[in-house]
């Protein structure tokens, strides 16, 4: 019997994994930059911290979740989403005390049964980053300006920036009203999801993919005509803080993100690399969503990209084969002989602890053969020791660019290859 992988949960083998290793040493350097700081949150968390946080009539609760029952009878669920477990960890150890000002990133996979198609698989990579206790217009446009440099930086250029305001519990219900009014006169022209939707959550329609739907929406009043003063007046600090900072961003009143918890800001990037399915990442703010999960009323804003997405955006521009960084070593040892290989065992360990990528052939194969190897690890230089090598007490190294090759005492070899490292 063979054994496959569950479907929609795929191996990331190299030398793909390479570009995933370089993808998220890149985000961790954007991120801590910006004076972020790691947090790992388990990937089974209770069920109700999700039907509740992210609320139930969305897709991920009503549709997506892994959930089940462990044998103390408690409901639990493979994580979803990044942002309410965060908050859960935030509350839970008292992360706002003594300063509630908190900036936090994090590298987990998310899982939801849902139906798979390229760049959303069941289970994917995201990476998400958290701001709580600052409610300025200036921390959301630092977030977003943070995402554009973390995508510059893995090599995406093709992107845009869209952002949108959702009010909040003061202006949203009066719009509420208005969304429904046009969504009831139009109820036929619906799908059925949508359908579904309209009394629930009018605004999940706005997001709908549905093209019929798309048209109905289109003619919809818009969120932006409807905000109090004061989210007005932050909306249009969002946008001067974004010209500030020199992103470029439109304002697209059909964002309205898939989770309930979202207010006031919020924003997509989205690429054209990818389809229908365009968005490379987004996120918002959700002041109001520490305090309904059992905190202090701390505001938040957040976001969360999916990495399987940057690659299909890095594969449009340069093929996987050439984009990901391959297999490679500073340095392979041909070692020939009994001599030879146990002095290269010594040799090739302590050039590793300092720093120096290398294998040896350990089979003691012919160097044509070992030769071969090296070429397939794209070893950048080889170190040959025969048995007249050891009696010098020299080896000789080979540049496997140039093919230039040259004799160097044993004692020289980690000043040599500290110099070409």
Excluded at 31 to 43: C, D, L, N, Q, R
Excluded at 277 to 303: E, H
């Amino acid at each position: 019997m063979s054994y496959t992988s569950v479907k929609g949960m795929d191996d990331i083998v190299p030398p793909q994994s390479c570009l995933w290793a370089d993808i998220e040493k890149k985000a961790r350097h954007i991120f801590e930059s910006f004076g972020f700081y790691e947090i790992k949150t388990p990937v089974v968390e209770k069920t109700e911290l999700f039907t509740r946080g992210i609320g139930t009539a969305t897709d991920i609760v009503e549709k997506q979740m892994y959930i089940f029952t462990d044998k103390n009878g408690d409901s639990l669920a493979l994580r979803p989403e990044g942002t309410a477990p965060v908050v859960r960890a935030y509350i839970e150890h008292q992360l706002y005390h003594p300063d509630p000002y908190q900036k936090l990133y994090y590298m987990s996979p998310m899982f939801r049964y849902e139906r798979m198609q390229k760049g959303r698989t069941r289970q994917h990579m995201q990476l998400g980053a958290e701001v709580f206790g600052a409610s300025s217009p200036r921390i959301d446009a630092e977030v977003i300006f943070m995402l554009t440099q973390f995508y510059q930086a893995i090599g995406i250029e093709n992107f845009k920036v869209q952002i949108n305001s959702l009010g909040c519990k003061a202006c949203r219900p009066g719009y509420r009203e208005k969304l429904l009014a046009h969504f009831r006169h139009r109820i036929s022209e619906l799908c059925e999801d949508c359908k579904k939707r309209l009394e629930k959550n009018p605004l999940r329609i706005l997001d709908c993919k549905n093209e019929q739907c798309q048209k109905v929406a289109v003619s919809a009043p818009q969120m932006t005509n409807h905000l109090c003063a004061e989210c007005r007046a932050h909306f249009e600090g969002v946008k001067t803080s974004l010209n500030q900072l020199n992103v470029t961003f439109e304002v697209n009143p059909n964002i309205v993100r898939v989770l309930d918890y979202y207010v006031r800001t919020t924003f997509e990037i989205v690429s054209s690399d990818l389809g229908a399915q365009s968005a490379l990442g987004g996120g918002g703010r959700y002041d109001g969503l520490v305090a309904a999960l059992g905190g202090p009323d701390v505001s938040g804003i957040g976001f969360g990209s999916g990495i399987e997405r940057l690659i299909i955006a890095l594969e449009k521009k340069v093929p996987l084969g050439s984009a990901t960084p391959q297999n490679y070593v500073d340095l392979f040892i041909s070692a020939l002989g009994p001599k030879a290989q146990a002095f290269s065992y010594g040799l090739i360990n302590k050039l590793r602890l300092q720093g120096v990528r290398a294998e040896v052939d350990y089979d003691d194969h012919p160097l044509k053969t070992q030769m071969k190897k090296a070429d397939r690890m794209n070893s950048r230089f080889v170190l040959i020791i025969g048995e007249d090598e050891m009696n010098k007490g020299e080896a000789i190294l080979r540049n496997m660019n140039t093919k230039e090759q040259k004799s160097i005492p044993f004692g020289d070899i980690l000043n040599e290859m500290e110099k070409n490292t």
